[in-house]
């Protein structure tokens, strides 16, 4: 049981490249999110996904797109990486049964 | 967006020493959440609150959803040096799927 999986853990871009951060979770969670972490900014939610086949924007969306691919996978894309976009990205599942939230150990992102 | 303000931002104590940190929202949440975060790792979930009032434990962690619903606190008792970290606020209003961050606490233990 390895909760909330994600790859790669660290990743260089250079501007306009794209790339996709992948998340898998094994804890049969029905609602997933992609964050941000950025220094002094705490945790903002770019994307998530309530079921599989439904996404929705979060606070920070612009300059990304997600996919929820099943119900175990919940990917998060950067068409054309941006130096603003150099963050630590977190994938989170949330249990339906107590609403908490538990997160992955974070994709540490650089954009050049 | 919203955003909780968490406070203080940042503590400096001597090991033994207890900890308050809180949070507080102009809006009301229906769940808080606490976590903690190492250096290089996840947040990891420490204590959930679900009621007004309610006082939960966990270990030398005790946290207390406030009775306005716009505020919680987290107290650590008789730090020990591995409790060093950033702690995270976070909350639900409604019944959306949005969660809601502080911009964390961050405990420096002084062994």
């Known amino acids: 049981n390895a909760g909330v999986t994600q790859t790669p853990k660290f990743q260089v871009l250079k501007t306009g490249q794209s790339m996709t951060l992948q998340c898998a979770q094994d804890?049969?969670?029905?609602?997933m999110y992609w964050y941000r972490q950025d220094p002094g900014m705490g945790l903002r939610l770019i994307y998530y996904s309530a079921s599989e086949g439904t996404t929705d924007k979060g606070e920070v969306p612009n300059g990304y797109n997600v996919s929820r691919l099943n119900k175990r996978e919940f990917s998060l894309r950067l068409e054309s990486a941006a130096p603003s976009q150099t963050s630590v990205y977190f994938c989170a599942g949330r249990a339906a049964n107590t609403g908490e939230l538990f997160f992955g150990e974070g994709s540490r992102l650089t954009v050049l | 967006g919203q955003q909780l303000n968490q406070s203080p931002q940042s503590m400096f104590i001597q090991e033994g020493e207890d900890v308050s940190m809180n949070c507080t929202s102009s809006?009301?949440?229906?769940?808080w959440l606490w976590y903690k975060q190492d250096p290089g790792e996840g947040p990891v979930l420490l204590i959930a609150l679900y009621k007004a009032g309610e006082l939960t434990s966990n270990g030398r962690l005790t946290a207390q959803f406030g009775i306005t619903r716009k505020d919680s606190f987290l107290n650590i008792s008789a730090s020990i040096p591995s409790d060093v970290g950033i702690y995270f606020c976070?909350?639900?209003?409604?019944?959306?799927?949005?969660?809601?961050f502080g911009t964390g606490t961050s405990l420096t233990v002084i062994p």
């Open positions: 809006s009301i949440f229906n769940t």
């Open positions: 976070a909350g639900q209003r409604g019944t959306g799927n949005q969660f809601y």
């Open positions: 804890m049969n969670h029905n609602s």
